[in-house]
């Protein structure tokens, strides 16, 4: 049983546009983490989010964790080549549990 | 600081045999969790172990175990083997037995069953 599912699944766009990767659940979470995953590689956490209605920023990307804390986002602003990778959303309970995953492609 | 590593890094096995995977987890990172990751799809919990102790298990047979060591080290053992598990098994590392902070991963284990 997923618990957590990701949207877009895909997503191509061109460098320099916004894009928006959702993920949710029905499960609340005492934390939620986003990770980006290259070919080969191991997951990088990127931040971990605890309070509901959280929002936090690494350069150009904007976390939120939903007031509930069963939902969450990813914002890109002016995406660029080297954003390109899998986005992983991790909801933490008793065990951490994986999204299905946003592959995300920038076209130069 | 040495990150997480694992050891192999690929291994081809097949079927009916059993494998053992190694985790070293970053200094003073009390926690060891293992993943198995599909090729298409997020990682999937196997077992996460603090202080020596499983505090949890995944919807995994029990042809999988594992154990952590007193230096805090893990091994992961697949015993008969399926071509079902062909996949990359990442373990991660974290200071507490809660991932508040999050987890910092390996690069995986590919393993091929054939």
């Known amino acids: 049983t997923q618990l957590l599912e990701q949207s877009p699944q895909f997503l191509s766009i061109q460098e320099g546009e916004n894009l928006t990767v959702y993920c949710n659940s029905s499960?609340?979470?005492?934390?939620l983490q986003w990770y980006r995953q290259e070919p080969g590689e191991g997951p990088v956490l990127l931040v971990t989010?605890?309070?509901?209605?959280e929002v936090k920023k690494l350069k150009r990307l904007t976390f939120q964790f939903g007031d509930a804390r069963k939902d969450s986002s990813l914002h890109i602003t002016a995406a660029q080549p080297g954003d390109t990778g899998l986005y992983l959303c991790?909801?933490?309970?008793?065990?951490?549990?994986f999204g299905t995953g946003t592959r995300l492609t920038i076209i130069p | 600081d040495a990150g997480v590593t694992q050891s192999p890094t690929h291994l081809i096995k097949t079927r009916g045999q059993q494998v053992t995977l190694r985790c070293s987890p970053i200094?003073?990172?009390?926690?060891v969790s293992w993943y198995q990751q599909v090729l298409g799809q997020g990682p999937q919990f196997i077992f996460q172990?603090?202080?020596?102790?499983?505090?949890g298990r995944g919807n995994f047979p029990d042809r999988f175990s594992a154990r952590q060591f007193p230096n805090y080290s893990s091994e992961l053992n697949v015993n008969a083997l399926l071509l079902g598990d062909s996949a990359l098994y990442l373990c991660?590392?974290?200071?507490?037995?809660?991932?508040?902070?999050?987890?910092?991963f390996g690069s995986g284990t590919r393993l091929t069953v054939v």
């Open positions: 172990y603090y202080e020596k102790e499983e505090r």
């Open positions: 991660a590392s974290s200071w507490g037995s809660r991932g508040n902070y999050g987890y910092t």
């Open positions: 499960s609340v979470f005492s934390s």
């Open positions: 200094s003073g990172h009390k926690s």
């Open positions: 989010v605890v309070t509901g209605g």
């Open positions: 991790a909801g933490d309970r008793e065990k951490l549990t």
